[in-house]
Each structure stands twice: as structure tokens, then as C-alpha cells.
């Protein structure tokens, strides 16, 4: 086969794209992130080997969370870039071991290549399916994911000036496990609760970054209609970016618009100073192209998640930072100090027209924990009172499938005595709809992007604190979680973690569960796939 990737939930036929990924990445952007990863781990090995204080590691420590990074699903397309990253990774793990001087370091931390050539013969034998146990290889790959996950969280952290060097620690631990051939299931399973774990590390940080600098969210009404401005969109999950972009078009008559996960980004209250940010552009991320030619402006990618776009007027209008890329389209980068300069961006709205109208009105969302713990009071009455029977988590990821349309439905059909608390891009699926309040609740309470599932779990442990529960699979809580990139793996980890159990993950089991592991997670954790809506709301209503 020409490559093998099953890290997202739309892998094909759910075993695995060999030809071409279906998020529309190349054989060779798929070899090459193999080879960036087994890059990453070669510097764990020598690392750990080494015994190295990630404290001394820092170009190191943030080259491995953006390598980790770009190769997550629909973030970076562009080989070139992943070749340019593969040689400066190769250039820093050179550095590090002449530096330390270790003998006897394994394949990951010797091998050099030096043509793009010579970068795919190697990729084509140290990628996923180089490790021949079905199960090893499960939990390797559910670690890897879990870790890809983690560094992009820690990574947004990062660039608002926070960092813990424990998750360094622990990330060069797990990479350098990963490519040790004797560890054994029972090593790899302790493995995947760690990642866990930290990943609750990490997304509290990055919660602790986010509010430390751009205040708690609150709750906020975010237009959907447009006005008759030049204007940019910001997809994506990096604050730091949309911060700099509108402090640069302030003032420009250049209006600012986010779309997918960035939509969150109006419940901080820091960024409610801007005139010019005006509101949401379109849903989520599986339709921006055909919502991207109706927009006429420029589109700023500071994350994942992109599609590779059929126009090429479009594609003409797609700039990408961070850890994000894709061939043909301008890459900003930043100085020393993460500046950016989005002039060109701007100075290509100026001259576009003004975005066509998709849809009008308004979204209510910014209930993280901060948010509903100060309507504790009025939660808890509704509960006791029995107003409120049953809180649903249905966080997670939006995607094409149209077996996605579940969510939709399942949310339509819940009784009207439920709340459901969603983050992430899953909202999409029902955060339109008109599904009313309980005594001045909304019944959907969207917490923010993805990482910002965290809330949800600050949220049940001060429930289960408030409640005086022992244990928080007794709280009214039902989990009914939908998942498509690694973003969700580490959030599922942490949830598995924090002692959650009997969590539905849809819309299909992942691809990279082989059996045997799929077996352990359904008994030691009541891992479950979905049903019908009917029967699930059944099932969760009666436990």
C-alpha cells in the first residue's frame, strides 16, 4: 500500500486510508508526518536516555509540540513544510546528542536522510504498521493520538506564556516507550490513563491561559448575519492570533468574522473592545467550501481544520500560521516574540466585497465552568426540584458522515427536562436549533471550542462536590460524545481518567481499536458505540 493512516474517525471503510486520505492528504504528506513523529521520538529516546531536564530543552520542547501539532487531521497539507520541519528536528536531535555524547542509541536517534527521497524510503518502514502485534499496535497508536492532542492544547498555552515542563517530561517518556519494541500491553495501558492524565494537565493550563489574559467567558449572544464591510475570517483554535488580527484591523473599517471552533472566541470578554468583531460566519468545518466562495474575503487558518479547496479563487484567499499549512497558500510566521504581521491579509480584504449573507439572527453560548458554577445555585434547585431530570454531555467533533445526523436527532428528540452541555465543533450539530430553556436555563450550554471540555469536567466534580457523591458516574450526567480527530482522543483519555465511565463514542467506534483493546475499554470502562436515537435516549434515561 501507497501509505496507511487511521487516525481520524472518517478513515476508509474504518480500517484505514492506503491510498489517499480522506481528508485529502497526499501518500507523501502522510509518509512524511510518519517519519516527523518517529523524528519526535528518536529526541525522546535520547532524551530519556540521557536523563535531560526538559527545563534545558526549550527550542526543543516547543519543536516537538509543533511537530506533533501539524501532523494532527486537516491541519497541515503542505509537504514541504513537513519536510522543512523533519530537517530541522533532525538538526536539533544532531545538537543534542554531540552534547550529551551517548553510545548505543537506537534507529529513531541514528538514522539521517538527506533527500525527499530518501525521507519516504525511510517513512515507508517506521510508520504505524511497522509494529506487527494488532493490540501493541492499538495502544500505541491511542497513545500517539492522545499525545498529538495534548501537544496542541499545551501548544496554545505556549503562546500566551504558559507552560509546564512536567508535560514536556511526560511527553518524552511516552514517545520514547512508543518506540521501545518490548513494552508490553499492561505497560501500554498504565501508558494510556497517564496521557490521560495530562491531559487534564495540559487543558487546565490552557484554561488557566486563556481566562488569565482574556478573562473568564461569559454568557454572550454572537450574531450569525453579516454586515456590508470588507472583512476576514479566522478559523481555527489559537486566541494569541485572533487577538493580533484585531488589534491590527482596528480601526481599518475591516470587519473580523470566526467561523468553526473559533466561534468561542466572542464569549471572553477581552475581545468584546473590537467594533469590528462582528460575529460567526457559517457552521462547521466539513462545509466551508462551499460557505468559503459565498464569504468573498480572506481566510486566516491558525489551526486545523482545513479542507483542501475545489476553487482555486478560493484557495487564493487561504492564508495559514501556526502549525497549520497547505501548498500555494501564504504561511505567516512570527518573529521572536510571536508577533505576527497580518498586512497582507488585511490589505487583501480591503479590496474583496463585502461577505454574502448565509443566515441570520443570533447563538447564545459562553457557559464554561466559571459561568456555571455562578448559576450553581440555580442548577442544583432545578435538579433537586426535578425540572431538570438528566444532564447530557455531547461534546466532541463534527464531520461529513451523514450518520452524523444522529446528533441531530438525538437532541430533537430528548425530553424537554434535559440540558445538554456540548464544546467543541460537535455543537454544530444542534446549537441552531430551538430547543427552549428550563426556568431560564437554555438547554444547550456550549462551553466553548474543544479544549474547553474541560469546563464540562469542572462542571460534574463540583456537581458531585455540591451533591456530596462519592463517586461521579452517580451525578444525572449521561455521556454521548462524538469524536473525528486527536483532539478528542486526549479528551476521551482525560475523561477515562477522571474515573467517567459508560461513555458513548460515535459515530463509529475508532478504526485504530483493534478487538482485544476494544474489549478491555467496553469492560473496564463501558465504553459503547451508538444505537438508534430512540433506543439510546431509552437507555440513558433509565440509568
Known amino acids: ?27 507523501e504528506v502522510a509518509k512524511l508526518q510518519d517519519l516527523l513523529m518517529y523524528t519526535c521520538k528518536g529526541i525522546a529516546h535520547i532524551v530519556v536516555k540521557g536523563g535531560i531536564d526538559a527545563d534545558t530543552l526549550s527550542e526543543i520542547n516547543h519543536n516537538i509540540l509543533t511537530s506533533l501539532f501539524m501532523t494532527i487531521t486537516n491541519a497541515n497539507f503542505d509537504d514541504n513544510a513537513i519536510e522543512k520541519q523533519i530537517t530541522k528536528m533532525l538538526t536539533l536531535r544532531d545538537g543534542l546528542k554531540k552534547t550529551i555524547g551517548i553510545a548505543d542509541l537506537n534507529d529513531a536517534a541514528l538514522f539521517n536522510v538527506e533527500t525527499r527521497d530518501a525521507m519516504l524510503t525511510k517513512a515507508a518502514i517506521v510508520g504505524i504498521l511497522a509494529t506487527d502485534n494488532e493490540d501493541i499496535r492499538s495502544l500505541k497508536e491511542t497513545i500517539t493520538y492522545g499525545l498529538k492532542g495534548l501537544a496542541a492544547y499545551a501548544e496554545h498555552a505556549v503562546n500566551i506564556g504558559k507552560e509546564d515542563t512536567a508535560l514536556y517530561t511526560f511527553i518524552y517518556k511516552a514517545l520514547d516507550v ?7 500491553l499492561d505497560d501500554l495501558l498504565a501508558l494510556t490513563l497517564e496521557t490521560g492524565e495530562n491531559g487534564v494537565k495540559a487543558m487546565a493550563l490552557l484554561d488557566d491561559a486563556n481566562t488569565s489574559k482574556y478573562g473568564n467567558p461569559e454568557i454572550t449572544e454572537v450574531n450569525i448575519g453579516t454586515r456590508n464591510n470588507p472583512a476576514i475570517l479566522i478559523s481555527g483554535h489559537d486566541l494569541t492570533d485572533l487577538e493580533q488580527l484585531l488589534e491590527q484591523t482596528a480601526g481599518t473599517d475591516v470587519d473580523v468574522y470566526t467561523h468553526g471552533e473559533m466561534l468561542p472566541a466572542h464569549y471572553y470578554p477581552a475581545f468584546k473592545k473590537y467594533d469590528n468583531f462582528v460575529g460567526n460566519y457559517g457552521n462547521s468545518w466539513w462545509k466551508q467550501v462551499g460557505e468559503f466562495e459565498t464569504f468573498h474575503g480572506p481566510i486566516l487558518f491558525t489551526t486545523n481544520c482545513i479542507v483542501p479547496p475545489k476553487s482555486e479563487e478560493v484557495r487564493g484567499r487561504i492564508f495559514t500560521t501556526g502549525a497549520s499549512g497547505f501548498p500555494g497558500c501564504p504561511h505567516i510566521t512570527g518573529d521572536a516574540n510571536g508577533k505576527k504581521d497580518f498586512s497582507a491579509i488585511i490589505a487583501m480584504a480591503k479590496k474583496l466585497p463585502a461577505p454574502e449573507a448565509i443566515e441570520s439572527g443570533s447563538i447564545v453560548g459562553g457557559f464554561a465552568h466559571n459561568q456555571v458554577l455562578a448559576l450553581a445555585d440555580k442548577v442544583v434547585d432545578a435538579v433537586k426540584s426535578g425540572a431538570v431530570k438528566k444532564f447530557f454531555v455531547m461534546a466532541g467533533c463534527d464531520g461529513r458522515m451523514k450518520s452524523r445526523e444522529y446528533y441531530t436527532e438525538f437532541a430533537e428528540k430528548l425530553p424537554k427536562d434535559t440540558i445538554i452541555l456540548t464544546a467543541g465543533c460537535a455543537k454544530y450539530r444542534y446549537n441552531k436549533l430551538k430547543l427552549g430553556d428550563i426556568g431560564g436555563i437554555p438547554r444547550v450550554l456550549d462551553a466553548g471550542q474543544c479544549n474547553d471540555s474541560y469546563s464540562l469536567a469542572v462542571i460534574a466534580l463540583k456537581l458531585k462536590e455540591v451533591f456530596g457523591l462519592v463517586d461521579i458516574n452517580k451525578l444525572p450526567i449521561a455521556y454521548n460524545i462524538a469524536w473525528y480527530e486527536q483532539k478528542a482522543v486526549i479528551v476521551l483519555l482525560a475523561l477515562l481518567f477522571l474515573g467517567v465511565k459508560n461513555i458513548h463514542l460515535g459515530p463509529t467506534l475508532p478504526g485504530f481499536l483493534s478487538p482485544n483493546v476494544a474489549k478491555v475499554l467496553v469492560e473496564k470502562f463501558g465504553i459503547a458505540g451508538t444505537g438508534t436515537v430512540d433506543e439510546d435516549i431509552t437507555l440513558f434515561m433509565n440509568n
Not at 512508543?178 to 508490553?184: E, G, M, R
Open 1 to 27: 500500500m501507497s501509505m496507511f493512516c487511521y487516525q481520524c474517525q472518517e478513515t476508509a471503510k474504518n480500517t484505514g486510508c492506503i491510498i489517499k486520505g480522506v481528508c485529502g492528504k497526499t501518500e
Open 178 to 184: 512508543l518506540q521501545n519494541d518490548s513494552a508490553s
